[in-house]
């Protein structure tokens, strides 16, 4: 079965400090992965997603910026947080090609910027 | 005009009552719609998804379909306190991207 993890779980930072979260997907070969913002009593924000290694389309212009190095890993990352910043950050998965579009999430990073 | 939307809720139906759930969508094209539920501080989790127009049943849960209308709906039957979450519809969009309305807040009273 697939499982996605997503760390840290929790993450407090200063303002202009820089950013790295991590998304991995198990029991799977070459999903479409997707980065999704959530702020504070809001929907869900797509801010990336990836068909592919190395293959990052943005929804939303911003500070922010994500990598795939690897088949079943994606990254968000910031070189300067804002504290606009703050807010549930979610990396969900799909079949590659499939009919469906459905998506899974992860358990999910909640970013504090102060 | 929004492209999916929901109402915001808060929803409050007492123990045992059938709680229905809106979602209304804007593009014509979309062929895959979505239920997931969303508790306080978690991740959201898929609960059914519909593609043909009607109803779709999986246990206290009927997804109801109408295309023409361009709506979607969610019927929680014998409603429990557990079912207390935010519910969010999510419709499908162009390059296998989803949509997601704003979510709406259910509360189940004892």
């Not at chain 1, 790295?20 to 479409?32: D, K, R």
């Not at chain 1, 079943?72 to 979610?90: A, C, N, V």
């Not at chain 2, 593609?51 to 019927?75: I, M, P, W």
């Amino acid at each position: 079965s697939q499982t996605i993890h997503q760390w840290p779980a929790t993450l407090v930072q200063p303002v202009g400090s820089p950013l790295s979260l991590e998304c991995t997907v198990e029991g799977t070969s070459n999903p479409n992965l997707y980065w999704y913002r959530q702020a504070a009593g809001r929907g869900l924000q797509l801010l990336f997603y990836s068909v592919g290694i190395g293959q990052i389309s943005s929804e939303v212009p911003q500070n922010l910026s994500a990598s795939r190095p690897q088949d079943r890993q994606f990254i968000l990352s910031s070189k300067k947080l804002l504290l606009s910043d703050s807010g549930f950050y979610l990396c969900a998965w799909s079949v590659e090609g499939g009919s469906t579009d459905t998506q899974y999430f992860g358990p999910g990073t909640r970013l504090t910027v102060l | 005009q929004k492209e999916v939307e929901q109402n915001s809720g808060p929803l409050s139906v007492p123990e045992g009552a059938i709680a229905s759930l809106n979602c209304t969508y804007s593009d014509r094209g979309s062929q895959s719609f979505f239920w997931y539920r969303q508790y306080s501080g978690k991740s959201p989790e898929l609960i059914m998804f519909i593609y043909s127009n009607g109803d779709k049943e999986d246990g206290r849960f009927t997804a109801q379909l109408n295309k023409a209308s361009q709506y979607v709906s969610l019927l929680i039957r014998d409603s429990q306190p557990s079912d207390s979450a935010t519910y969010l519809c999510a419709v499908s969009g162009r390059g296998g991207k989803l949509i997601f309305g704003q979510g709406t807040e259910l509360s189940v009273k004892p």
